[in-house]
Structure formats: structure tokens, C-alpha cells
T-cell receptor, first 114, second 115 residues
């Protein structure tokens, strides 16, 4: 499985944008980039995913490098509620029937400073 | 917004006892998963389930573990004879389809403590 590399921890000030990086230099052409987060004492929560183009949703934006070897999750205006562990996960497109599991790494622990 | 619910939130059991962890996935979802997270460690995949069959299981999911969808709404994880090292948070998840773009929706977990 292609691996991802993320910083162990990051800090950001409240109401500032946050850019969470992820390296995935061995990504294959059929790997989708998924981001999940885990708030304290909760289960993981889906944030966003993409393949090649940048993506936006109500929670965040995903910027994908042209060579797809890295990506950045952008929280436009961090709040205290965004303090969590953020996971960057590659999920393969399966051409045959089946459900591709998620494989979690250690993620980035994001601390928001009031 | 629909959510995955898990019961109980905390289960304490003695070593060697059987436990059943229960999950109610989102109603129109067809794919189900169990993950676990030992305190301070990664979230680990245990098993995926579709159409009343196990699709994939990890090395952790040995003969002591089993899953079942006993009716149209519940999805259960049974541990036959618990060990101390089974102490962890157990998360159930469901997804609408098995496709790459179908997010997994997780419950808030059952904390299992084996004494």
C-alpha cells in the first residue's frame, strides 16, 4: 500500500487558516486522497477526498500537487472545535467488486490556540 | 444527519468472558466495518462485511472474533474469550457503497476494558 507522511503535530491560532501537509510520493494513478479527522473521544470523521483536482466542501479544501505526490488540507478559519488528529489516507479505486478499507497512520495532531 | 450508533459506550468484562459490541449503521448503508484503537495507538482495521459475508479481515481478527448482522438494523462484534490485550476502543463504521468515493461514517465507539 502506498504510504503517507504527515507531521506529528501542528499548532495554529484560532480564526486563522491552517494548512496541513501530506506527502505521498509513491501514490499510484488509481489512489484517491482521503482526509479524516478524529476529535477527542470520538470516532474518525470524513473530511474530504480528491484525485487530481482541488476540492472544496463545507468543512475544508483539498489542494493536490500537480504531480500528486503531496496534498494539503486547508481549514480556512480554524476554531477550537477543529482541534483533532487529522489523517491523510490513500484509498485505491477498485476495478472489481469490493470495499476498500481505510488504513490509518498516526496523523497530525492539530492544536488550536485561543 | 443520520449517524452510526454504538452500545454500550463502555463495557467492563473479566478475562475469558464473552462480549458482544453492538452497532446500528446508517439505514441505507450496505457496507460495514469494525476498527479498534488501543489507547494512544493507531486506528486499526479489523473486518469489513457486505451482503452477510466478511469481505476482508485483518490478522487481528482471529477465531476469537466474529461478526453478525442478526436483523436488518444491527451489526455486532463478538469476542468469545476476552484477553487483557483486547482492551481498546472499538469503532463501527458503515458506508453507502464500497467505492473509493463512498466515505465511511464512524460511531463514537465502545470502550472495552478487560480486567
Amino acid at each position: 500500500d502506498a504510504k503517507t507522511t504527515q507531521p506529528n503535530s501542528m499548532e495554529s491560532n484560532e480564526e486563522e487558516p491552517v494548512h496541513l501537509p501530506c506527502n505521498h510520493s509513491t501514490i499510484s494513478g488509481t489512489d484517491y486522497i482521503h482526509w479524516y479527522r478524529q476529535l477527542p473521544s470520538q470516532g474518525p470523521e470524513y473530511v474530504i477526498h480528491g484525485l487530481t483536482s482541488n476540492v472544496n466542501n463545507r468543512m475544508a479544501s483539498l489542494a493536490i500537487a500537480e504531480d500528486r505526490k503531496s496534498s494539503t488540507l486547508i481549514l480556512h478559519r480554524a476554531t477550537l472545535r477543529d482541534a483533532a488528529v487529522y489523517y491523510c489516507i490513500l484509498r485505491a479505486l477498485k476495478t472489481n467488486f469490493g470495499n476498500e478499507k481505510l488504513t490509518f497512520g498516526t496523523g497530525t495532531r492539530l492544536t488550536i490556540i485561543p | 444527519e443520520p449517524e452510526v450508533t454504538q452500545t454500550p459506550s463502555h463495557q467492563v468484562t473479566q478475562m475469558g468472558q464473552e462480549v458482544i459490541l453492538r452497532c446500528v449503521p446508517i439505514s441505507n448503508h450496505l457496507y460495514f466495518y469494525w476498527y479498534r484503537q488501543i489507547l494512544g495507538q493507531k486506528v486499526e482495521f479489523l473486518v469489513s462485511f457486505y451482503n452477510n459475508e466478511i469481505s476482508e479481515k485483518s490478522e487481528i481478527f482471529d477465531d476469537q472474533f466474529s461478526v453478525e448482522r442478526p436483523d436488518g438494523s444491527n451489526f455486532t462484534l463478538k469476542i468469545r474469550s476476552t484477553k487483557l490485550e483486547d482492551s481498546a476502543m472499538y469503532f463501527c463504521a458503515s458506508s453507502e457503497s464500497g467505492a473509493y468515493n463512498s466515505p465511511l461514517h464512524f460511531g463514537n465507539g465502545t470502550r472495552l476494558t478487560v480486567t
